[in-house]
């Protein structure tokens, strides 16, 4: 059954994979980015910067009003960093917190009223495997994303009753135009220099992750709630 789709972060790497899929599998896709892509599987691009909340509110309100109630949301939008601890300041960690962890959670906020109304949904949240194994100059990141994880898990216990699942995916190296942008930076090796390190030999791709989360919003995923799934080539166990 087609149903509308939200994904933030929808204009690069993961999350443009995830648009591609989920429209693939039929679905009316809204890719919302603090950049507007134009044309592409999605059938609706918007501006939005998911830490702002009144235009998180009116840009779900705009995807409503085009394509219908929302049944899925996938929250791809984030941003990184790479400071060491002592250089963490207060505004850097104010803003990846209210990217990575507040965005996520009005985003999921915005579109749960149609949900509970359809008594159905998919939330799918993309964390990140350092959330669970640590990262170093990457604190507030790192505990960004691990706030991630239990905001889903929460909202998996809260709304399961109503329908509604929630999952989390938790990617490690992933080939996308942010891993290569730290690496052009000089804060990060390389995707080239650590993909040898993943055990089966290589980075993962967006699509990798898209695909996870494609049967996660499918029939098929509808009874795996609360659930995190490291799509990682098994970087980490």
């Known amino acids: ?53 009144a235009a998180v509110d009116a840009t779900f309100s705009k995807v409503r009003g085009e394509l219908g109630p929302i049944g899925i949301v996938v929250t791809s939008a984030g941003i990184e960093s790479f400071d060491a601890v002592t250089d963490v300041t207060p505004e850097k960690w104010d803003r990846i917190l209210a990217v990575n962890l507040t965005g996520t959670f009005a985003c999921i906020q915005a579109a749960v009223p149609d949900m509970l109304d359809a008594g159905w949904g998919r939330i799918v949240t993309i964390s990140s495997s350092s959330a669970k194994s640590g990262a170093p100059h990457m604190t507030h990141y790192a505990a960004s994303k691990g706030g991630v994880i239990s905001l889903t898990k929460a909202l998996a216990v809260e709304l399961a009753r109503a329908g509604i699942t929630a ?71």
């Open 167 to 237: 999952n989390s995916i938790t990617p490690s190296l992933v080939d996308t135009p942010m891993s290569r942008a730290a690496e052009a930076a000089g804060t990060f090796p390389g995707v080239d220099v650590v993909a040898p390190m993943v055990p089966l030999g290589r980075a993962g791709l967006p699509a990798d992750i898209a695909a996870a989360c494609a049967f996660l919003c499918g029939d098929g995923g509808s009874y795996i709630t609360g659930q995190v799934l490291g799509v990682n080539g098994g970087m980490y166990i």
């Open 1 to 53: 059954m087609s149903r509308v789709a939200v994904v933030t972060g929808g204009a690069s790497g993961i999350g443009l994979g995830v648009v591609h899929a989920l429209a693939a599998d039929g679905h009316r896709v809204a890719a919302l980015d603090i950049q507007v892509v134009d044309g592409g599987p999605a059938e609706l691009s918007l501006e939005c910067d998911v830490s702002d909340r």
